[in-house]
């Protein structure tokens, strides 16, 4: 009697297989909470076949397990009861919400919540400033619970909460450090927050802004309107640049200085490296005040002269022969 002996090969599944999963929304009962969830989890995971079924109250992903492995943790942290309270009774949560995804060093999947943000302007202000500043190419938001959802490296979930914690005003107290943060990765990277308390209006913070970006030539400027916020990122010296010039736009149209020599600022390694804000006390109109700032920029040929109209700042940067001839011009012009 012969004897065959039967072997059965199983082959491994491969990281790329793929595969799918269901899963059953259970707080969350809307259909545009489960459409946004169903958006960020495909965003995030890298994932085009995900469907759902809003009359099952399903979400079915169709991929690799790496990609449904993200989509689970991604669905169990937004599909959650806590989310589904209204805004003001849910608790803060100073937990760490993150997932890092086997086989990558730095591939991070962080979710945020900062419920300082009380309105959805803000709330969308907010995830802007983070995507826009740390340069996140895969940031979304599900609004409800006030998430923001992203996936980036390890150095950039960093910023991010820096970002996140940083803009939440009850957390500040006076007299704090000031709000940087020095990108470990290396190179002159530096993300500085303001908070400016005496502009008034939000056209003199919008100006404000505007002004610090264009004089210090910052790429990476944004605002948050609520509490008149404004973060940057750049060189070492454009963040020291951005501390001064809030130091002297940062004030109310009654309480601006004389027109000192002392509003002076040095840049480094640049031939445009003087800085001068002016406090025009003699401007009358703001159209007047306009013309006098274009008859500077005209006449001394300074291709960077910015206006703040409430408190009739001019704010100049040029040479030092330059910004001798804007002196001129401007005791010349800024007359009673």
Not at 130 to 146: D, G, Q
Request: charged share 20%.
């Amino acid at each position: 009697m012969m004897l065959f002996a039967v072997t059965t090969i199983v082959w491994p599944v491969s990281a790329q297989t793929p595969a799918d999963r269901t899963f059953y929304f259970a707080p969350t009962d809307t259909m545009q909470g489960i459409h946004e969830i169903a958006t960020v989890v495909g965003a995030i995971s890298d994932d085009k076949d995900v469907t759902t079924d809003t009359d099952r109250k399903t979400l079915t992903v169709k991929g690799t397990p790496a990609q449904i492995a993200i989509a689970e943790w991604l669905f169990g942290e937004l599909d959650k009861p806590a989310n589904q309270f209204p805004l003001a009774q849910q608790e803060p949560d100073p937990g760490v919400h993150e997932y890092r995804v086997p086989g990558s060093a730095d591939d991070v999947v962080r979710v945020f919540y900062p419920k300082y943000a009380a309105t959805m302007q803000d709330f969308l202000e907010v995830a802007t400033l983070v995507r826009s500043t740390a340069n996140i190419r895969r940031l979304f938001t599900y609004n409800a619970p006030r998430a923001i959802a992203m996936r980036g490296t390890t150095s950039e979930a960093a910023m991010a909460e820096f970002l996140v914690g940083g803009l939440d005003t009850t957390q500040q107290k006076p007299g704090t450090a000031k709000l940087e943060y020095v990108n470990p990765a290396g190179g002159d990277d530096v993300v500085r927050i303001f908070f400016l308390t005496h502009v008034g209006s939000l056209q003199s913070f919008q100006e404000v802004a505007t002004l610090m970006r264009s004089l210090g030539d910052i790429m990476r400027l944004f605002t948050y309107n609520a509490p008149k916020a404004i973060a940057m990122r750049g060189t070492a010296d454009q963040a020291a640049l951005s501390e001064w010039l809030a130091g002297r736009l940062d004030i109310e149209g009654s309480a601006a200085p004389a027109n000192t020599a002392a509003q002076v600022y040095r840049m480094s390694a640049t031939p445009e490296d003087t800085v001068r804000v002016y406090y025009l006390q003699h401007a009358g109109t703001v159209a007047n005040f306009q013309q006098i700032a274009q008859f500077v920029r005209t006449t001394a040929q300074i291709r960077r002269v910015f206006t703040y109209n409430a408190p009739r700042v001019l704010a100049v940067r040029g040479t030092p022969d330059q910004i001798a001839q804007a002196d001129q011009l401007i005791q010349q012009r800024d007359r009673p």
